[in-house]
């Protein structure tokens, strides 16, 4: 083991928690809750406006130069195929794939969409680590205590009535992270918009053979959803009050109740973890606004090194391409990559920056004969002049009601692929807009023409594992190289890609069933695009994802890629735990935020326990 120089400074906390996103926000809010002081540096800043507050402007926040970070990652090594994506940007090398990086972490930028994993995800993470406390029922305690839902609940099954639906159903009612769905009034605004409904839950029912007397659509969090339920669904959502709600809220509202307890700072990136010998004792920080490379707008002044140091703990949560990046550049990674930059090595850890995975999702995208009515007068962004009657706008600002409260999704189907094993494993969901995944300006395009329908489908569960996470120096300003070796590049892709293509056929199926919107011609893939294996094609040239994951993997012990063990803690050290989307093995459920919020949840219950004994 190399010896790392230790600054001493004066300051020190119990835990130091480094990003507030989905994984650090609320671990730090909980710890400190629980009595202990905890630092939390992240290295964006509380930049805070409309895009942020209202759910329908969530392209745009994921837009916003003051709170995000541009990666710009490779879907494939091969230039040929790499290029084939008009969303390639040859100047940068890359797909665009923005981050959060301010107050909250992506939960602040995202789309806000929140479905539960399933409970095979957290069954497998049982058995995986031999504890008992991963299973889908100890992690279901934990849904209960995370949320508050106030959404519209699904009519009860034949046999329920509502309170044996609620009993059933197991929502949260008093956590902190308030849910819903759009309301159903909104959907029947526009008969444009209920047509698009109407036809996702004949095309269910005609699927799937729904009687019915089953009322559509069900509740995809609700705790008795079948194991391989194939159906339409409702969206829930991180909203409320008609605003959008992350760890932000969370960090907030703490701060104000522990203030002595709970410290926030900003603008404030993390460039090493410090050592004393094999135990994490501080980290080392830069203080100045966006200093790190993915930071769109010119860097501020930076401040020297400041060490920090931590009494019990530190606790890295910067996401699934900054917590690789922080761990080799403190000596935590593949001995040969670090030595290469003259990086001392602190512990071999080959599985850092390994494992990296996403979902795949595309879109059918079809214009149709006439505008939505809804749209007729808005600016479909902030209006230029607040006075200049956009009807949508002035809803939400006078009231925060309406349809500027949805995140723009209508509704959805779920279904098993044909590559599915005992879980469902495609969301096909219908939006409004224009949508071919993310590009710089895609927020404006989207809205450009309002005849457009946007189908897209997600595919869950992939096989494929094979991205990489790697430094491109030893500078931690500078972002690293984000490969993710797509389909035919990476270790296992024939499942995955027919998967996505399964989920094309639901979607043209869905305009199929349209009985009001006239569809004039298919955008994407195409009339032209008939067969699985253009399709095929279609999906391996556009496919994008926005849910990375699992480059600080959870593992056994007998795995030489595991960096984690199932408390969380890092391999090889102590007083270090990692918890963000990084430590999942395999990609759990649809939507992964959640799942972040309930490891979220459940590494603070084991380190409070843990401190407290
Ligand atoms: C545009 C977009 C839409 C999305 N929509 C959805 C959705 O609808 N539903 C869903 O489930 N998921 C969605 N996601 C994904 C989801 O938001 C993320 O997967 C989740 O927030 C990851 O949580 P995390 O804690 O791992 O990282 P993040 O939430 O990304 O937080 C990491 C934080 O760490 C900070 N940080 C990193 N490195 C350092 C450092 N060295 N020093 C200090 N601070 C650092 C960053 O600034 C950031 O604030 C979306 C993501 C994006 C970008």
């Known amino acids: ?18 990003g507030s996103g989905a994984g650090g926000g609320p671990l730090a809010a909980n710890l400190a809750l629980a009595g202990f002081s905890v630092l939390l540096l992240e290295a964006g800043d509380e930049h805070s406006c409309l895009y942020y507050s209202i759910p329908i402007m969530q392209a745009y926040a994921s837009e916003d130069a003051a709170m995000r970070w541009d990666f710009f990652v490779r879907h494939y090594d091969d230039a040929a195929s790499a290029h084939a994506d008009p969303k390639y940007v040859p100047d940068r090398g890359g797909v665009w794939y923005p981050r959060g990086s301010t107050l909250g972490g992506s939960t602040a930028i995202s789309a806000m969409v929140t479905i539960y994993p399933h409970p095979g995800d957290w069954n497998r993470l049982a058995e995986l680590t031999g504890d008992d406390s991963w299973n889908a029922e100890s992690m279901r305690g934990l849904v209960t205590r995370l949320e508050a839902w106030r959404g519209v609940d699904a009519a009860p099954l034949p046999d329920d009535d509502e309170a044996a639906r609620d009993e059933k159903a197991r929502h949260g009612l008093h956590g902190w992270l308030g849910t819903t769905r759009a309301d159903p009034k909104v959907g029947g605004r526009d008969e444009r918009f209920l047509d698009v409904i109407g036809a996702m839950e004949q095309t269910a029912r005609d699927r799937f053979g729904i009687d019915e007397q089953i009322s559509l659509p069900r509740d995809p969090n609700a705790a008795d959803t079948p194991v391989g339920f194939a159906g339409m669904t409702f969206i829930p959502v991180a909203v409320a009050d008609g605003q959008r709600v992350g760890s932000r809220e969370r960090i907030q509202s703490v701060r104000s109740q522990v203030p002595d307890l709970l410290s926030v700072r900003t603008d404030a990136l993390v460039t090493r973890v410090v050592f004393d010998g094999e135990r994490a004792i501080g980290v080392e920080y830069l203080s100045g606004a966006r200093l790190y490379a993915a930071a769109p707008q010119d860097a501020g002044p930076s401040s020297a090194p400041v060490v920090v140091r931590a009494r019990r703990e530190v606790i890295l949560a910067g996401g699934t391409f900054n917590t690789p990046q922080l761990l080799k ?43 939505y009515p809804i749209f007729d007068g808005a600016a479909l962004d902030i209006p230029a002049d607040p006075a200049d009657g956009d009807a949508l706008y002035s809803e939400w600002r006078d009231a925060h009601d309406g349809p500027y409260t949805t995140n723009g999704t209508l509704a959805a189907i779920v279904a098993k692929s044909t590559a599915a094993q005992d879980d469902s494993d495609l969301i096909v969901f219908s939006l409004p807009i224009d949508f071919r995944g993310y590009y710089p300006g895609y927020a404006k395009d989207a809205v450009a023409h309002r005849n457009r329908l946007s189908i897209l489908i997600l595919k869950a569960h992939t096989d494929n594992r094979a991205g990489t996470v790697t430094l491109s120096s030893a500078d931690p300003r500078d972002v690293p190289e984000i490969a993710f070796r797509y389909f035919d590049e990476g270790d296992a892709f024939e499942a995955d890609l027919d998967g996505v293509v399964d989920g094309i056929e639901i979607a043209r199926d869905i305009v199929g069933h349209l009985r009001l919107a006239k569809p004039v011609a298919e955008l994407l893939p195409g009339q032209g695009v008939s067969d699985r294996r253009g399709l095929r094609d279609f999906v391996r040239s556009r496919a994008w994802g926005h849910h990375a994951c699992g480059t600080a993997k959870i593992g056994r012990d007998d795995d030489p890629y595991a960096v984690l063990d199932g408390d969380f803690r890092v391999r090889g050290v102590t007083g270090l735990r990692v918890v963000d989307a990084s430590v999942f093995p395999d990609i759990p459920g649809f939507f992964i935020a959640s799942a972040v919020y309930l490891i979220s949840e459940k590494a603070s219950d084991v380190i409070i326990a843990e401190h407290r004994r």
């Open 1 to 18: 083991m190399a010896q790392v120089r230790v600054q001493t400074s004066e300051e020190i906390f119990d835990f130091i928690v480094v």
């Open 329 to 371: 550049l403190s000596g935590i990674g593949p001995a040969d990559e670090l030595t290469a930059l003259g990086i001392d090595v602190v512990v071999d850890a080959p599985g850092v920056g390994r494992n990296l995975h996403d979902r795949y999702e595309v879109a059918v995208v079809t214009e149709l004969d006439a505008d």
